[in-house]
């Protein structure tokens, strides 16, 4: 069974802070890995999707990296604002049969970035 | 509307009340998946549709849990005869295909068991 843990727990920052999010997952047969920020009362918003041939995604402020073979994405936030904090969520999917369709994820991490 | 809607945002039961929870994909997205997010587990995924047919259920807790969708499009997802540990917030996404395309999520259904 795929587990997927993100370390830290929780995260506080001041405003303006570079920040790194640890992703890792035990399966290395994945298809693709997505990260999710979630808001408070919130379902989840999708950031980042990076296919298993690829190393890296970037939108905006936000970088994904993926290393595969070491089970290891990391979610890199630059200059970070107040409106960064959120908690977000790293999910993969497996490459395998008839569990293709889902999605296996982690407990998540907890940002707060304050003024 | 543009994004996955569900329905109701809010259920309270008592206890051995069945419930029903919908979701409302986007428009033209041919896969639709149920996860339930809850305080001791995280986000466990529970059935996945792909049209009207679903190739994974395994995620599925008891025989009181049951999901359909019809037309391809909106899904329902049934719980009988409800227990407290049923209480979570029921998500549901939806993507345009099975594989290579992003998951895209409702708001959610809190359910709360009395």
């Known amino acids: 069974k795929q587990e997927v843990t993100q370390i830290p727990a929780a995260l506080s920052v001041p405003e303006g802070e570079n920040l790194v999010l640890n992703c890792s997952f035990t399966?290395?047969?994945?298809?693709?890995l997505q990260w999710f920020r979630q808001d408070p009362g919130k379902g989840l918003t999708s950031l980042l999707l990076i296919q298993s041939s690829q190393r890296e995604q970037t939108s905006g402020r936000l970088n994904a990296s993926l290393d595969k073979s070491s089970g290891r994405s990391t979610l890199y936030i630059a200059a970070s604002q107040p409106g960064d904090s959120a908690t977000y969520l790293c999910?993969?999917?497996?490459?395998?049969?008839?569990?293709?369709?889902?999605?296996?994820f982690g407990r998540g991490t907890q940002l707060t970035v304050w003024p | 509307g543009a994004g996955v809607s569900q329905s109701p945002s809010n259920k309270v039961t008592e206890k051995g009340k069945d419930v029903e929870l919908r979701c409302d994909p986007i428009s033209g997205h041919t896969a639709l998946y149920w996860y339930r997010q809850s305080l001791g587990q995280g986000l466990e995924f529970l059935i996945y549709f792909q049209g009207n047919s679903a190739p994974d259920k395994s995620g599925l807790p008891s025989d009181r849990f049951s999901a359909e969708r019809t037309g391809g499009s909106v899904s329902t997802l049934t719980i009988q005869r409800t227990q407290q540990e049923d209480s979570a917030v029921y998500l549901c996404a939806s993507s345009l295909g099975q594989t290579i395309q992003p998951q895209h999520f409702g708001d959610g259904t809190r359910l709360s068991i009395l």
């Open positions: 999910a993969v999917r497996i490459d395998r049969g008839s569990t293709l369709g889902r999605l296996y």
């Open positions: 399966d290395s047969a994945i298809y693709n």
